[in-house]
């Protein structure tokens, strides 16, 4: 092993074991408590847990600081007992009325003020929990009509919210994961470039960095392993959600590698030799449970990903450095090609 080599944290949201509800049916499957998910996510082998901030609390909106404070160190003492880290805060800016057309972006100020009042919620709730970071989703900045917004304000108006935030806590570390459509039509932040350019614009670039979900990449019809190295040569790569993606469809957040093998080999071969989780970066899944799923077991989806990545990271391990090399000296890349889908066969070469 080299010493890039290191080892993995591996996380999940508690909305990743869900009831199954679609936009076409109810849900299927009883809600779990979130003290159950936790004890299941140690024993499955995670190391962590990601949150929105009413993951923690339930509808901050209409609670005082110190119901916050009550319920979210609750959770945290949850969380000390399976000896589980929480990865993230994330404020869910997409649920409530105020945000219909948008957050920080929403052409009423009164609206976008909520937004950057909840948004310092989540901070608070991060800062009890002991999250490391805030990951902003701005799952409704954008459009369903371009006519609507101007896309320069936009991107204006989500500046300046970051750095209200930054002002806020010093400390904050904001990760911008970017997704270009859905639940909007088209989103204003919609790719890793954006992301990293929108951290650049903000009063404090070296606090703000990116997330890149596996799917998100794919709806933008871009490869995952490109935006994950594209933000590891920014230095601004500081979590990913993992999983996967039937093309151009909506999001389907299925178990990472179970549509592309080949996909998910090279996600974590660009992890893996850039030496990504040696400064503790995490492995994070952003992954369904299937609608099909009986209750007792709702969470495979989630140990199967781990599986999975584990099988694959020790194929990119195996891989003969030396054949690719001089397979690529030659520029014989159908040779290239048969080399690497026999190694993930398991076929001799
Ligand atoms: C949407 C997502 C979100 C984010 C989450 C944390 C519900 O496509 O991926 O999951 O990951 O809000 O930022
Ligand atoms: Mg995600």
Redesign the pocket.
């Known amino acids: 092993m080299s010493d890039k080599q290191g080892v993995y944290r591996f996380s999940f ?1 508690p ?1 990743n074991i869900d009831e199954g509800a679609d936009p076409f049916g109810p849900p299927v499957r009883q809600p779990i408590a979130f003290a159950d998910k936790a004890r299941k996510a140690r024993e499955m082998g995670f190391h962590g847990l ?1 949150f ?1 901030d009413d993951d923690a609390v339930e509808d901050p909106d209409r609670k005082s600081a110190s119901q916050i404070e009550n319920e979210a160190t609750e959770v945290r003492k949850i969380l000390d007992q399976e000896g589980l880290v929480p990865e993230f805060v ?1 404020p869910r800016l997409w649920f409530a009325p105020e945000t219909i057309d948008g957050a920080y972006t929403n052409n009423d100020p009164a609206c976008r003020q909520y937004a950057i009042d909840r948004s310092k919620k989540a901070v608070d709730i991060m800062r009890i929990l002991g999250a490391e970071y805030m ?1 902003l ?1 701005l799952a409704r900045e954008g459009t369903y009509i371009r006519e609507s917004k101007s896309p320069n304000e936009q991107i204006l108006l989500i500046r300046d919210a970051i750095n209200e935030l930054l002002d806020y806590d010093k400390d904050l570390r904001i990760l911008i ?1 970017p ?1 270009p459509n859905e639940p909007v039509d088209s989103a204003i932040v919609s790719t890793a470039g954006h992301a990293i350019a929108m951290g650049y614009m903000t009063k404090d670039p070296a606090r703000v960095g990116c997330l890149i ?1 596996t799917a ?1 990449s794919m709806l933008a019809g871009l490869d995952p392993s490109d935006d994950m190295g594209f933000a590891l040569a920014h230095e601004k790569l500081w979590s990913v ?1 993992l999983n996967d993606q039937g093309g151009l469809k909506f ?1 389907q957040d299925k178990s990472f590698g179970s549509y592309n093998l080949r996909h998910a080999f090279n996600q974590v071969r660009v992890l893996d030799e850039a030496g990504y989780g040696h400064n503790g970066e995490w492995v994070g899944l ?1 992954v369904k449970t299937m609608r099909t799923q009986k209750q007792e077991v709702s969470w495979k989806h989630l140990s199967n990903s781990l599986k999975t990545f584990q099988f694959v990271l020790e194929k990119v391990r195996s891989l003969d450095k030396s054949i690719q090399r001089q397979l690529i000296q030659e520029r014989d890349y159908e040779e290239l090609d048969r080399y690497i889908l026999n190694h993930l066969m398991g076929v001799p070469y």
Do not use: M, N, R, Y
Request: charged share 35%.
């Open positions: 949201g909305w990601q929105h994330a990951v989703w994961e997704k979900e998100h959600h999001d952003d």
